[in-house]
């Protein structure tokens, strides 16, 4: 299993950014995929969630209205796309899934939300 992240970067507040995280190694469009992220001195939050297929979504309350979690079975790739950005979004974005009870994580993109 292997999930990688790309996207990230620095950006204004207010501003917009997509990441993207490309899935191999596994049954994609068998799985629910995540974003969570990790801020400097906090924990690791959940930030979306997308069930297999794609139907159905859940955000954290800090995010709701602002991001969007999508899939595309077909290139096995999971989006967030991030608008109105805030400063206290930034942090280092993670991909996820679990299979059989294991949690599979990419390595991470940094997103700073700066002027």
């Known amino acids: 299993v292997q999930l990688v992240e790309s996207g990230g970067g620095l950006v204004q507040p207010g501003g917009s950014l997509r990441l993207s995280c490309a899935a191999s190694?596994?049954?994609?469009?068998?799985?629910?995929m995540r974003w969570y992220r990790q801020a400097p001195g906090k924990e690791r939050e959940l930030v979306a969630f997308i069930s297999s297929a794609g139907g159905n979504t859940v955000y954290a309350d800090s995010v709701k209205g602002r991001f969007a979690i999508s899939r595309d079975n077909a290139k096995n790739t999971v989006y967030l796309q991030m608008n109105s950005l805030k400063p206290e979004d930034t942090a280092v974005y993670y991909c996820?899934?679990?299979?059989?009870?294991?949690?599979?994580w990419g390595q991470g993109t940094q997103v700073t939300v700066s002027s």
């Open positions: 996820h899934t679990l299979i059989a009870s294991r949690a599979y």
């Open positions: 190694g596994f049954t994609f469009s068998m799985y629910a």
